[in-house]
């Protein structure tokens, strides 16, 4: 169960605003022996904005929640996840974790150039991430050892509408990377790296006088995994389309 008094704070001076909401979770949650614990933890969301005018504006946030607690970590037995993954019981009871998240977002509208851009990004970290056995083959074993992990996002979104060309062209890049703590069978611990780029670029067609247009897609993807214990691979993928519509 959760108990959470807060506190909410809210103000605006010229062309930003700012907000705050804090608040004490009051947690109370079973242990493997079938009593309750207690744990009070800090919640906190803010943010910032600035709407530069009604086509640019920055948006800043911050959150730091209680993650999310199922009641499978405190299962004493082995329960069938699904074909071949099973949960395992705990030697010690999960605590409750507390995961934050980092937001940006910036937007501009280049009007001389008919171009209008968006970048992003988005960062986040917790302890929830489980850890496998592989030692139970032909079964994995999925143990809930509140490993530390964090996920990255970021991109960018530029779409140009020629004047002369009656074409619109839109370019999206995006960079996603994931890491996280794992255990071996020896309870070695050990870090899993995976990151991905990717470049997705469109031009459509926008003819006036024809009853059909045109649409080039070209995707670039460039992936690669890495752990301690084994070694890195990278897989490169690229994927033209041409679409037509009438």
Request: proline share 5%; net charge neutral; charged share 20%.
């Amino acid at each position: 169960s959760k108990l959470m008094p807060y506190a909410e704070h809210r103000i605006s001076f010229g062309k930003a605003s700012l907000h705050n909401k804090i608040g004490l979770a009051s947690l109370r949650f079973p242990v493997l022996d079938f009593t309750h614990q207690n744990e009070n933890l800090i919640e906190y969301d803010g943010g910032l904005k600035i709407d530069f005018n009604t086509e640019d504006n920055l948006g800043f946030s911050y959150s730091q929640k209680v993650s999310a607690y199922p009641l499978l970590n405190i299962v004493r037995g082995y329960d069938l996840i699904d074909f071949q993954t099973f949960s395992t019981p705990q030697p010690t009871t999960p605590k409750p974790q507390v995961e934050t998240t980092l937001q940006i977002n910036f937007d501009k509208v280049i009007s001389p150039i008919n171009t209008a851009t968006e970048l992003f990004a988005l960062y986040t970290q917790s302890k929830t991430y489980n850890s496998f056995a592989f030692n139970t083959q032909p079964f994995i074993g999925l143990n809930a050892n509140q490993l530390s992990g964090n996920y990255l996002v970021a991109g960018m979104k530029i779409a140009t509408i020629f004047n002369r060309f009656p074409f619109n062209l839109k370019v999206e890049p995006t960079y996603l990377a994931n890491e996280n703590d794992n255990l071996t069978d020896q309870n070695i611990r050990n870090k899993t790296t995976v990151e991905r780029k990717m470049l997705q670029v469109r031009l459509l067609s926008g003819f006036e006088k024809k009853s059909y247009n045109l649409e080039l897609k070209t995707k670039y993807s460039d992936f690669k995994f890495n752990s301690d214990i084994t070694s890195a691979t990278t897989q490169y993928m690229y994927d033209p389309q041409v679409y037509t519509s009438e």
